[in-house]
Each structure stands twice: as structure tokens, then as C-alpha cells.
């Protein structure tokens, strides 16, 4: 397995191209960018910009992983609003259509929500209709991903909903595309599972992972922790990645950042990887 880091670990205003260096300079083999609203990569980048940040990866001799987006909170593909609804779909185009110009392999997928108690105000959804509506968006999506090579990953995240693998397992099969997939975040699970579950059920179906650490003791957003300070098993983790035959990118996301000299945590995160992944000495 590789590994790699999302750009939301960066410190905050830190552009692409910064993110980029960073990255490399911190010894990781490959960078999440994300399609955002602003910044470097957004929602109106051209062709022509697009295409200059994946030659400047390449010169930097670094890979880009996969392409997330956090507008999925905002522009909800399970909203009670036909309009939001839309703009997701119409974002999720142009991020598979970036994508393919970054000559990635797959995007970072939010499906919905029934509800999200982090963000305030954020409107509740019926469990048997948010499935329905994500059902009928992510199968249009499919057949996008297809036209651009691309995958779709299902993240599991903190949206009261698809709680379970097996439930993942379920969504991901009745959409019947081997363009669609699950987004695996194995810090998000803790919250009412465990990793290795979901590992060993959604097996073949992960297209990407995502590594962060979480302490269940502290609970809500406060349990966020650097790699190795939390709860997840990671010797465990790797074990059943390595089961399942999974051998590509493993993705560090790290929430929240530092406070102080936060470059620090770009750093901290590529040594602790190297222990979770059994490379190196110890420091």
C-alpha cells in the first residue's frame, strides 16, 4: 500500500500548488486534492488550469490519489430540495469530469443524509426516502463515471446514514456498476462499528481508504486525534486490508489541525504512517 494525504489536512488558506510541495517534502507518495467553490480547483476552473496543477504534481514527483469535494454538506444529494438536489449531481459531473483530466481513478462521494448533528440547522430527511433519493442519484452518476473511466467512492461519514457494511455492502450492489464503490474511512466507523468489519464485508468494493484515528472517550468531533493517539486497530486495519487484496492508496485526513506551526501535522502524519505500515525505524 501507498500512502497518501487529503488536502483538508494542510493548514487553512494553504493553496494546491503549497499542498503539493508539502506533501512531497514530508515523504508522502501521493496528495488528495478537492474540488471546492474557490481556491485553485473549483467548481470554474478550465480545462487548462486543471490540467497545469496535474503537470505540477508531476514535476514535483508526487501522485495525485483521487479527487474529494466537501460541497456535498452543502448542496446534499438527498436534500428535500429539488434545486439542491440538482447542484449536487451538477457537482459531482464536474468533479468526475476533473477527475479525468487529473487522470485520477476515483472521487470522494458523499450520498446524502438523513440528518448531521455536527452542522447546525442541517435539515432531517426520512431514512426510506434519503435512500431512495441517493439510490436514483448516485445510478445516474454511474453511468457518468463510466463515460470518464472514474470511480464513484461511497465515503461512510457522520450522516445517519448507511450505518452499517452490510448496509453499504447492500447500496453499493443494487446499483449493480463496477464504476461504484465504497470510500472507506476507517476513523468514521468507530462511531458504531469497527473497521476490520467493514473491511472483510465491502472487501473488493473499496476503491479508496482513508486513515484517521479516533478516541471514543472524548466523543463528538473532539475525538478527532492524531494517527496512533486514538482508538482504531491499525495493526488490525492493515491485516485486513492486506486480506482483501487491497494495495492502493491508504489517504491520511487529518481533523483538526494544529493550532501552532501546523505544517507540523503534515509531518507527524508521514512517520506515523510508516509505522502503521510497517516501513522505516523508529524515531
Do not use: C
Amino acid at each position: 500500500m501507498k500512502k497518501g494525504i487529503n488536502a483538508w489536512s494542510f493548514p487553512a488558506g494553504m493553496g494546491a500548488k503549497d499542498s503539493i510541495q508539502l506533501a512531497k517534502a514530508a515523504g508522502f507518495e501521493g496528495i488528495e486534492l478537492a474540488l471546492a467553490e474557490d481556491g485553485e480547483l473549483n467548481l470554474t476552473s478550465s480545462k487548462q488550469e486543471v490540467l497545469e496543477l496535474k503537470d505540477y504534481a508531476a514535476d514535483t514527483g508526487i501522485e495525485l490519489t483521487s479527487l474529494a469535494s466537501g460541497l456535498y454538506w452543502t448542496y446534499s444529494l438527498t436534500s428535500n430540495s429539488e434545486e439542491i438536489r440538482n447542484k449536487g449531481l451538477e457537482i459531482a459531473r464536474k468533479q468526475l469530469e476533473t477527475a479525468a483530466l487529473l487522470n485520477v481513478d476515483t472521487i470522494l462521494l458523499i450520498p446524502g443524509a438523513v440528518g448531521v448533528d455536527f452542522i447546525p440547522g442541517f435539515e432531517v430527511v426520512p431514512y426510506d426516502v434519503a435512500y431512495d433519493r441517493a439510490q436514483e442519484a448516485v445510478s445516474l452518476l454511474a453511468t457518468t463515471a463510466a463515460e470518464y473511466k472514474v470511480n464513484i467512492g461511497l465515503e461512510n461519514v457522520w450522516n445517519k446514514f448507511l450505518l452499517s457494511p452490510l448496509e453499504m455492502k447492500r447500496f453499493i450492489d443494487e446499483i449493480g456498476s463496477p464504476w461504484v464503490g465504497s470510500y472507506l474511512d476507517v476513523g468514521n466507523t468507530l462511531a458504531n462499528g469497527y473497521p476490520e468489519h467493514w473491511i472483510s464485508i465491502l472487501g473488493e468494493r473499496i476503491k479508496k481508504v482513508h486513515f484517521k484515528d479516533y478516541r471514543m472517550q472524548a466523543g463528538g468531533l473532539h475525538g478527532f486525534v492524531d494517527l496512533l493517539a486514538g482508538d482504531v486497530d491499525y495493526p488490525t486495519v492493515v491485516e485486513a486490508l492486506s486480506a482483501v487484496g487491497y494495495d492502493g492508496y491508504v489517504i491520511a485526513e487529518m481533523i483538526p489541525s494544529y493550532t501552532h506551526h501546523s505544517e507540523q501535522i503534515i509531518y507527524n502524519t508521514s512517520l506515523s504512517m510508516d509505522r502503521i505500515l510497517g516501513r522505516g525505524t523508529v524515531l
